[in-house]
């Protein structure tokens, strides 16, 4: 069964860092694209940032270029966000998801990443 | 506000057919697949179609997606009170989403 976890979301001022994780099984972790989406109650989904399978080529949505980096580690299964000067608009559920057939085919649980000012 | 526009909620009884219309441009919709995705209560979305008009395995073809010029369209028939839900398009160049459309089954 293919299944994404998150975890290391949390509670961080304004201006501060997170790293959420994101470990996968069931599936060729090192044969997909993997992106990170979140979810506000005011501005539904948004894309985030997608890492390539061998980790090569990174993209991002303008509002985090510059502050967030995506990271794979295929030996252990695992895809990783790393948040750095947070602000309260990036306060969101964020889900790790896999891409495939120009979708995201599988989506994790979700992790909470609360920005207080 | 979503580049991509559906309405905010629809309704209809059990057993009825519904749509769900994604409005976008020759930027995003025109030249781009759409997705679909169906969002339940508490819960992480799931893939209803992707390419336009695919179903990946195990979504039942109660549930249908289409695209014409820069629009595009999920359908949902024989509804049933499961599928009260948040359905979110969205297109695969920027990966945009649309705002969401909260289905209710009366």
């Known amino acids: 069964e293919v299944q994404l976890v998150e975890s290391g979301g949390g509670l961080v001022q304004s201006g501060g860092s997170l790293r959420l994780s994101c470990a996968a099984s069931?599936?060729?972790?090192?044969?997909?694209?993997m992106s990170w989406v979140r979810q506000t109650p005011g501005k539904g989904l948004e894309w985030v940032a997608t890492?390539?399978?061998?980790?090569?080529?990174?993209y991002y949505v303008d509002s985090v270029e510059g502050r967030f980096t995506i990271s794979r580690d295929n030996a252990k299964n695992l895809l990783y966000l790393q948040m750095h000067s947070l602000r309260a608009e990036d306060t969101a559920v964020h889900y790790c998801?896999?891409?495939?057939?120009?979708?995201?085919?599988?989506w994790g649980q979700g992790t909470l990443v609360t920005v207080s000012s | 506000q979503s580049v991509l526009t559906q309405p905010p909620s629809v309704s209809a009884a059990p057993g009825q057919k519904v749509t769900i219309s994604c409005s976008g441009s020759?930027?995003?919709?025109?030249?781009?697949?759409v997705s679909w995705y169906q969002q339940l209560p508490g819960t992480a979305p799931k893939l209803l179609i992707y390419?336009?008009?695919k179903r990946p395995s195990g979504i039942p073809d109660r549930f249908s997606g289409s695209k014409s010029g820069t629009s595009a369209t999920l359908g949902i028939t024989g509804l049933q009170t499961g599928d009260e839900a948040d359905y979110y398009c969205?297109?695969?160049?920027?990966?945009?989403f649309g705002g969401g459309t909260k289905l209710t089954v009366l």
């Open positions: 069931g599936f060729t972790f090192s044969h997909f694209w």
């Open positions: 020759s930027s995003n919709i025109g030249n781009n697949y």
């Open positions: 998801a896999r891409e495939w057939g120009s979708s995201f085919d599988c």
């Open positions: 969205a297109t695969w160049d920027r990966k945009v």
């Open positions: 890492i390539k399978p061998d980790g090569s080529e990174k």
């Open positions: 390419e336009n008009d």
